[in-house]
């Protein structure tokens, strides 16, 4: 139980938060191709904000929907908040379609703020490319390092924190108390762990030299009653792909098409 004086009239945080990158996209395979072949380019059209999920990428989502779905009614979100990029409102809707999610289309909540990093005039190129074409901002980013260093037209990761700052904010002022899951973007998860961990620049990016965040992959969070003067969410586990193992789906964690510089 928790102390008397910790008690609150109300919940700041959910109950539970789910943070899911979305599933393996036409982007993904697409900068895998280009690097395979050396190339300066990735082999894309049209925007950012359109790139599709690849098939896999379907039968990823389609397989945590399927995980979501074998919960109790009462323990399943609430609450989908979402990226407008079209690979994650894929997810989102292949989730539902597997009966995951118990909330009307309708009442998905698409946010501009859990979009994808913006990389500015580094769209679309590999690391090769950066260096060729743009070897100026690979400089600059070697010295400010990827949490400062903004390309021109672009966001730093701390221009994604401001924005999830914001984001944050909205969820504990409108789903305290609730089971909210996010489907967004790699770059947003990390972003995401900063905030709610409290953590620096080193830690952050420490855990970001780990490895990428798997497509499909779950970051999970509980609300902790007895945390600080308020509470606050802890924790479960981060970069979970046992729903996609159970069901014999690869699990890929290819960085997005954008997200190249060196």
Avoid at 117 to 145: C, M, N, S, Y
Wanted: charge should be negative.
């Amino acid at each position: 139980m928790p102390h008397p004086s910790r008690r609150q009239p109300s919940q700041r945080w959910p109950d539970r938060l789910w943070i899911i990158r979305h599933g393996e996209s036409a982007g993904n395979v697409a900068r895998d191709a280009a690097h395979r072949a050396k190339a300066a380019r990735i082999a894309l059209d049209g925007r950012d904000v359109d790139v599709p999920l690849s098939p896999l990428g379907q039968e990823q989502s389609r397989s945590l929907g399927h995980w979501f779905a074998a919960m109790p009614e009462e323990e399943r979100p609430e609450v989908i908040l979402c990226s407008p990029y079209r690979r994650a409102r894929q997810t989102a809707a292949l989730l539902h379609e597997a009966g995951g999610l118990p909330v009307e289309r309708e009442d998905f909540v698409i946010d501009e703020r859990l979009r994808e990093k913006e990389f500015g005039v580094l769209d679309g190129l590999t690391t090769l490319g950066i260096r060729e074409v743009h070897p100026d901002q690979a400089e600059f980013r070697r010295l400010l390092g990827k949490f400062y260093h903004r390309p021109p037209g672009g966001e730093s990761w701390c221009d994604v924190i401001l924005r999830l700052r914001s984001a944050l904010d909205t969820i504990s002022l409108h789903h305290g108390g609730r089971r909210v899951v996010i489907v967004a973007h790699q770059v947003v998860v990390l972003c995401l762990r900063y905030l709610l961990e409290n953590m620096t620049e080193e830690e952050i990016l420490a855990i970001d030299r780990e490895g990428d965040v798997p497509n499909c992959g779950i970051t999970e969070y509980r609300f902790d009653a007895d945390k600080g003067a308020t509470g606050a969410l802890t924790l479960e586990r981060y970069n979970f792909v046992v729903p996609l193992q159970r069901e014999g789906t690869p699990v890929t964690s290819e960085p997005d098409a954008k997200a190249v510089a060196p």
